[in-house]
């Protein structure tokens, strides 16, 4: 990956350390696991560009990758208004409290 990363990108451009990289996600919807386990299905947004939903058609493409989270390992999920709000109220605490910074511990 970091190889097809490195081809397309211009020759002086940097990668950080992949442990600071992340994956985005696309919600896919509420699903029920092979043991009877509820939760949510989720897909890299990469994947779901160029192939669309893992969750539909009878065949995946082998780039597909689907995350799936039990009910119980999720603390929330918000919609677009809600997300709206925690960030409008994070924003509204950092003014509040002058832009803190954290620290890193070493």
Known sequence: MVRSLQAILPSAARLTRSS?????????GEVIDD???????????AS????????EGDEQDE?????????SEIG?????????AEIAGAAQRAVSLNYPTLK???
């Open 20 to 28: 600071k990289w992340h994956v985005t996600l696309v919600f896919l």
């Open 35 to 45: 043991a009877g386990t509820r939760g949510f299905a989720f897909q890299d947004t």
């Open 48 to 55: 779901f560009v160029q192939h669309g939903s893992g969750l």
């Open 63 to 71: 780039e597909i990758v689907l995350y799936f989270l039990p009910e």
């Open 76 to 84: 929330a999920l918000y919609d677009i208004d809600e997300l709206t």
């Open 104 to 106: 890193p511990v070493r």
